[in-house]
């Protein structure tokens, strides 16, 4: 699975839109981007995946570059409930999900 | 009900001893994982399986030992305790790899004395 590199942390305004990167530069054409999340104290939670078009869901959207090597997963309205760590995830179909260290989103109020 | 479950919650035991954290999920998902996460962390591969009687190593497998004799239950098992495996551990699950959710279980947390 190709390697991620995301910033360690970032901070946004609350009920403003939230842009999280995620560079894959080594990503192969058949791995899937994911992104999951962890609120405190609790396990990850699904947020979206794509592998090669934009991806829309309730919860958030995920752009992915042309070539795919970056992505960004876009919150459109960050709540307070959204401040959690971000990770971005690549994986080969019939393969394992291996986290990095995630983003550290913190949301203010 | 339907989902992932993991017991006990909450295990305290003592160095040297078996114990075993047990999984069950009722979507009858291909493939399971298990994770560990340590203080201030992020999530470490234990080991995994794409289906039942086949399990692979992770990142982390050493002391631990898992089956998977149904599609439902994944077992952990520690065979002899140590601090160092003082951890939360969750288990996870998913109709696929790659193209499909996990779903992660709440997580149990262990503390070796």
């Known amino acids: 699975d190709a390697k991620t590199t995301q910033p360690n942390s970032m901070e946004s305004n609350e009920e403003e839109p939230v842009h999280l990167p995620c560079n894959h530069s080594?990503?192969?054409?058949?791995?899937?981007i994911h992104w999951y999340r962890q609120l405190p104290s609790q396990g990850p939670e699904y947020v979206i995946h794509?592998?090669?078009s934009n991806v829309n869901n309730r919860m958030a959207s995920l752009a992915i570059a042309e070539d795919r090597k970056s992505s960004t997963l876009i919150l459109h309205r960050a709540t307070l409930r959204d401040a959690a760590v971000y990770y971005c995830?690549?994986?080969?179909?019939?393969?394992?999900?291996?986290f990095g260290a995630g983003t550290i989103l913190r949301v203010k109020s | 009900d339907a989902g992932i479950t993991q017991s006990p919650r909450y295990k305290i035991t003592e160095t040297g001893r078996q114990v075993t954290l047990m999984c069950h999920q009722t979507?009858?998902?291909?493939?399971m994982f298990w994770y560990r996460q340590d203080l201030g962390h992020g999530l470490r591969l234990i080991y995994y399986?794409?289906?039942?009687?086949?399990?692979d190593k992770g990142e982390v497998p050493d002391g631990y030992v898992v089956s998977r004799s149904k599609t439902e239950n994944f077992p952990l098992t520690l065979e002899s305790a140590t601090r160092s495996q003082t951890s939360v551990y969750f288990c996870?699950?998913?109709?696929?790899?790659?193209?499909?959710?996990?779903?992660f279980g709440q997580g149990t947390r262990l503390t070796v004395v």
């Open positions: 996870a699950s998913s109709e696929r790899s790659g193209g499909t959710e996990a779903f």
């Open positions: 080594t990503i192969s054409g058949t791995d899937y």
């Open positions: 794509g592998l090669t």
């Open positions: 995830i690549t994986m080969e179909y019939g393969n394992k999900l291996v």
């Open positions: 979507w009858s998902h291909s493939y």
């Open positions: 399986s794409a289906a039942a009687d086949i399990t």
